[in-house]
């Protein structure tokens, strides 16, 4: 189906694999649209209630692929955003569902931009966080300039972003940039554990909460509170609300389906 991807559902569980190991999995013009066309697939699954990104082989994304773009693929900065980067990232976090990244290895440039637009970050504790964009001359881009600071606020931004600063999995956790550093032999279990939970979640209420909190970072209090009032009468008509009533009262676990 993919060339440059590999996807997968079961469970619930969609799994997006990159899968260009032989360039660390850098990110070409096939990569970016087959991203896209699989990504709405997903928001058109029902079945589908949470995500799962990761890379294969030894890294999860080294970024954009340099020698495409110099090459064949050669064409203006402004129409690779536009095209190409910036309604992935959107996609990605207007997603009503979460998406977890499986950070294997070296996430570098557009590649750290990829994982700091899903909801949950697990990563290797080896793995290597660099915004490596400075490097050549080039600013942040991919939705790094908007999550980086807000994650770690904008002092600290501001020296990974112009230093490219090399972090690894566990300085990132300790700097609120990934959920769980783990060891390689944890990494499995650490995103199933995840996934397990979010499978069987309220995925109506968690895709509403997901949109309040894109919302929350540049809106007021009054803004936040018509959106909750908006939002919570959604989720309260929902089959997810009945069922998690239901069950409270008759004391079992609910067995939510996502609507």
Request: aromatic share 8%; proline share 3%.
């Amino acid at each position: 189906m993919y060339k440059f991807i590999i996807y997968e559902v079961k469970n619930n569980v969609a799994t997006i694999t990159l899968n260009r190991p032989e360039t660390y999995n850098a990110v070409n013009n096939g990569l970016t649209y087959e991203l896209q066309d699989a990504f709405k697939l997903i928001a058109e699954d029902e079945k589908v209630r949470v995500v799962v990104l990761t890379g294969a082989g030894k890294a999860f994304c080294s970024g954009q692929d340099l020698k495409a773009v110099m090459g064949e693929e050669n064409d203006s900065f402004e129409n690779i955003l536009k095209k190409r980067y910036n309604p992935l990232i959107k996609q990605m976090r207007e997603l009503p569902k979460p998406i977890v990244a499986r950070v294997n290895g070296v996430a570098a440039g557009a590649g750290c931009s990829l994982a700091l637009a899903c909801d949950i970050i697990v990563a290797d504790e080896n793995a290597i966080f660099v915004e490596v964009f400075v490097n050549i001359g080039l600013v942040l881009d991919s939705g790094s300039s908007y999550f980086l600071p807000r994650l770690v606020g904008s002092k600290k931004a501001f020296e990974l972003a112009t230093m490219a600063k090399k972090i690894n999995g566990k300085e990132a956790a300790e700097l609120g940039i990934v959920n769980k550093a783990v060891t390689t032999e944890k990494l499995n279990d650490t995103v199933k554990y995840y996934t397990e939970y979010y499978s069987k979640a309220p995925t109506l209420a968690i895709g509403l909460m997901k949109q309040m909190q894109n919302k929350s970072g540049n809106a007021s209090l009054d803004e936040m509170l018509e959106l909750e009032m908006i939002n919570q009468q959604i989720a309260g008509t929902s089959l997810d609300y009945e069922e998690g009533v239901n069950a409270f009262l008759e004391k079992r676990t609910p067995e939510f389906k996502g609507k």
